[in-house]
């Protein structure tokens, strides 16, 4: 592990925007408005089918980067730490706007060279629906209000770390298109001896909104990365297996303790849907992998 000082006068932030034109502006202005202003601001417009790209290169100031076709989230940082100039690199989701000191409260930690990144908190912003309101009950981007040394991950909407320790660790698992990219990087780091810390004070809120359909499909994304092994090689006995011993024994009745407990009972028609959802989704995955089974009728992408 490399153990040199790190010159915090300069630093780069890039966003990973993938059709993200309703949000993007507000997140580019977040960043202009900061109290330590950052050197580099970069776009990594991933093959958006939006106005994302027209959006960004309407500010000056912002650098725009273009991937032809859209190649997932972990390409994108890629992206972002070989275009970065500098050696501190944060990363904004472009559903998020930070408050004005959230640069100067990462940048702060680096005087520790063993700290390799720093994250933030993300407060959710957009609670008009019941998707939205069981996104920050079951899905919180954070680790709650007291600092913490060497939290399980550092979430990806917004963060900062040394470009030489991503580059020592590997860089980010392209294959991870949608998510998981996050706990690999931060796990892959801490194997190599580096430190991560976790401060609530620099803040960004979430603007995202849901529908039942689409909360669902990212928590099951969620749960998918997280188990890389049935993700990769997934098996019907499995799917069956799943079902009954993770999704309902696990997954639907801690859901529904958790918002019974916390009398949340407006969610428990999630919890519900979730419980036929997931098996659902993971009956599409078994599918995808065995395009010639002939119960193969419904499109393969997952």
Same mark, same amino acid.
């Given at each position: 592990?490399?153990?040199?000082?790190?010159?915090?006068?300069?630093?780069?932030?890039?966003?990973?925007?993938?059709?993200?034109?309703?949000?993007?502006?507000?997140?580019?202005?977040?960043?202009?408005?900061?109290?330590?202003? #950052?050197?580099?601001?970069?776009?990594?417009?991933?093959?958006?089918?939006?106005?994302?790209?027209?959006?960004? #290169?309407? &500010?000056?100031?912002?650098?725009?980067?273009?991937?032809?076709?859209?190649?997932?989230?972990?390409?994108?940082?890629?992206?972002?730490?070989?275009?970065? =100039?500098?050696?501190?690199? #944060?990363?904004?989701?472009?559903?998020?706007?930070?408050?004005?000191?959230?640069?100067?409260?990462?940048?702060?930690?680096?005087?520790?060279?063993?700290?390799?990144?720093?994250?933030?908190?993300?407060?959710?912003?957009?609670?008009?629906?019941?998707?939205?309101?069981?996104?920050?009950?079951? +899905?919180?981007?954070?680790?709650?209000?007291?600092?913490?040394?060497?939290?399980?991950?550092?979430?990806?909407?917004?963060?900062?770390?040394?470009?030489?320790?991503?580059?020592? #660790?590997?860089?980010y698992d392209e294959? +991870?298109?949608?998510?998981?990219?996050?706990?690999?990087?931060? =796990?892959?780091? =801490?194997? $190599?001896?580096?430190?991560?810390?976790?401060?609530?004070?620099?803040?960004?809120?979430?603007? =995202?909104?849901?529908?039942?359909?689409?909360?669902?499909?990212?928590?099951?994304?969620?749960?998918?990365?997280?188990?890389?092994?049935?993700?990769?090689?997934?098996?019907?006995?499995?799917?069956?297996?799943?079902?009954?011993?993770?999704?309902?024994?696990?997954?639907?009745?801690?859901?529904?303790?958790?918002?019974?407990?916390?009398?949340?009972?407006?969610?428990?028609?999630?919890?519900?849907?979730a419980l036929g &959802?997931?098996?659902?989704?993971?009956?599409?995955?078994?599918?995808?992998?065995?395009? $010639?089974?002939p119960s193969h009728?419904?499109?393969?992408?997952?």
């Open positions: 592990m490399t153990k040199d000082l790190t010159t915090v006068d300069k630093m780069s932030v890039y966003i990973p925007a993938y059709n993200s034109a309703e949000f993007l502006s507000r997140a580019i202005d977040g960043l202009l408005a900061q109290t330590f202003p #950052a050197d580099e601001i970069l776009v990594i417009d991933d093959g958006s089918r939006d106005a994302t790209a027209e959006i960004a #290169a309407r &500010y000056t100031a912002v650098a725009l980067v273009r991937h032809p076709h859209n190649s997932g989230l972990g390409t994108a940082r890629n992206t972002g730490f070989r275009t970065a =100039r500098n050696e501190l690199v #944060a990363s904004l989701d472009a559903d998020c706007v930070p408050d004005p000191g959230w640069l100067a409260g990462l940048v702060r930690h680096f005087d520790d060279p063993k700290v390799a990144g720093v994250g933030g908190r993300l407060i959710e912003g957009n609670q008009r629906t019941v998707a939205d309101r069981w996104r920050r009950a079951h +899905m919180a981007q954070e680790w709650g209000d007291q600092p913490l040394h060497n939290p399980s991950f550092l979430f990806g909407c917004n963060n900062m770390f040394r470009k030489s320790a991503v580059r020592e #660790a590997g860089g294959s +991870m298109r949608t998510n998981g990219e996050d706990t690999d990087i931060s =796990r892959r780091l =801490r194997e $190599k001896g580096w430190d991560l810390l976790y401060d609530p004070e620099p803040r960004v809120v979430h603007l =995202r909104h849901d529908t039942t359909r689409s909360i669902l499909d990212t928590y099951w994304r969620w749960w998918r990365f997280g188990v890389r092994a049935y993700a990769n090689g997934v098996r019907l006995r499995s799917v069956l297996g799943h079902a009954l011993f993770v999704h309902f024994r696990h997954t639907f009745l801690d859901l529904v303790r958790s918002d019974l407990n916390a009398r949340r009972f407006d969610l428990l028609g999630v919890d519900l849907a &959802y997931f098996p659902y989704r993971d009956f599409r995955l078994w599918l995808a992998a065995h395009p $010639k089974s009728r419904v499109s393969s992408e997952v």
